[in-house]
């Protein structure tokens, strides 16, 4: 079973770049896609973006496309999602996920990290 620790979030302006990491421990990281999923208040927690086991193949979600890019690096069991250009709406908790499975396309994911905030003001 894989534990996930996300780390990096903060408070930054509108416009500004942040970069999430989420730190893979107790399972082979290389058997596992990886996403990125986040929450803001009040709404359901939705998609970000998902990478797949040997990092060749990602998707993003439409509202983050062109700002956000996930990225893995398996030799340090570490997934990564860099956060451009942010705006207020991008205002959520965001969570790392992991599973088992091939597809980059489901969105059901085996394990989950505590989440990080961030926080982005106008």
């Known amino acids: 079973q894989v534990q996930l620790v996300e780390s990096g979030g903060g408070l930054v302006q509108a416009g500004g770049s942040l970069r999430l990491s989420c730190a893979a421990s107790?399972?082979?990281?290389?058997?596992?896609?990886m996403g990125w999923f986040r929450q803001a208040p009040g709404k359901d927690r939705e998609f970000v973006a998902a990478?797949?086991?040997?990092?060749?193949?990602?998707r993003s979600a439409d509202s983050v496309k062109g700002r956000f890019t996930i990225s893995r690096d398996n030799a340090k069991n570490t997934v990564y999602l860099q956060m451009n250009n942010l705006n207020p709406e991008d205002t959520a908790v965001y969570y790392c996920?992991?599973?088992?499975?091939?597809?980059?396309?489901?969105?059901?994911?085996?394990?989950w990290g505590q989440g990080t905030q961030v926080t982005v003001s106008s």
């Open positions: 990478i797949s086991r040997d990092g060749g193949n990602r």
């Open positions: 996920a992991a599973r088992l499975g091939v597809s980059i396309w489901t969105i059901e994911y085996d394990y």
């Open positions: 107790g399972g082979t990281f290389s058997r596992y896609t």
